[in-house]
């Protein structure tokens, strides 16, 4: 039971380059979200599924695009990179009740 | 839109020293979390609690839900090296499916043996 994983757990951008961060979970939670944390500034949300094929955008959602592959995976992709989407990102599955974080991925836009 | 004080911002102490955190907010929430994160690591739910007024224990760790529902705190007991971290509080107001979290800004610990 690996819970909630992500990958890359590093990656390194130039601006203007896009990548997909993956996300998947095998809690079989409904819900899952994706966070950024940036120094002093505890956790953000970008965007939320409620459930699968639905999404939402969260407190911080320009620049981002995510998408609810299945009830297990949701993917999170930034089209162009820029220097101030520098930070770490974490995807979380839970219930209404829960959430439980994967491990995070560090990403550096160059 | 809804914000958490947390505080303190950081603790300095003594392994065995007890510790207190406090969380508050301008708004009401149905559930508030606590999450503790490892250097390099994702946070790790605690402790979670849903009613006013309740007080929930896990080992050295006690949590409580404040009556009016804007407010809760973290003590940790005789505190230890591994207790060192960043301590985050979390509200919850869970409407349909949603839960969506609001974080505080976090109580970095550390703990000198």
């Known amino acids: 039971n690996a819970g909630v994983t992500q990958t890359p757990k590093f990656q390194v951008l130039k601006t203007g380059q896009s990548m997909t961060l993956q996300c998947a979970q095998d809690?079989?939670?409904?819900?899952m979200y994706w966070y950024r944390q940036d120094p002093g500034m505890g956790l953000r949300l970008i965007y939320y599924?409620?459930?699968?094929?639905?999404?939402d955008k969260g407190e911080v959602p320009n620049g981002y695009n995510v998408s609810r592959l299945n009830k297990r995976e949701f993917s999170l992709r930034l089209e162009s990179a820029a220097p101030s989407q520098t930070s770490v990102y974490f995807c979380?599955?839970?219930?209404?009740?829960?959430?439980?974080f994967g491990p995070g991925t560090r990403l550096t836009v160059l | 839109g809804q914000q958490l004080n947390q505080s303190p911002q950081s603790m300095f102490i003594q392994e065995g020293e007890d510790v207190s955190m406090n969380c508050t907010s301008s708004?009401?929430?149905?559930?508030w979390l606590w999450y503790k994160q490892d250097p390099g690591e994702g946070p790790v739910l605690l402790i979670a609690?849903?009613?006013?007024?309740e007080l929930t224990s896990n080992g050295r760790l006690t949590a409580q839900f404040g009556i009016t529902r804007k407010d809760s705190f973290l003590n940790i007991s005789a505190s230890i090296p591994s207790d060192v971290g960043i301590y985050f509080c979390?509200?919850?107001?869970?409407?349909?499916?949603?839960?969506?979290?609001?974080f505080g800004k976090g109580t970095k610990l550390s703990v000198k043996p």
């Open positions: 809690m079989n939670h409904n819900s």
């Open positions: 599924s409620a459930s699968e094929g639905t999404t």
């Open positions: 708004s009401i929430f149905n559930t």
């Open positions: 979380a599955s839970g219930t209404s009740l829960e959430q439980f």
């Open positions: 609690l849903y009613k006013a007024g």
């Open positions: 979390a509200g919850m107001n869970y409407g349909g499916s949603q839960g969506n979290l609001i």
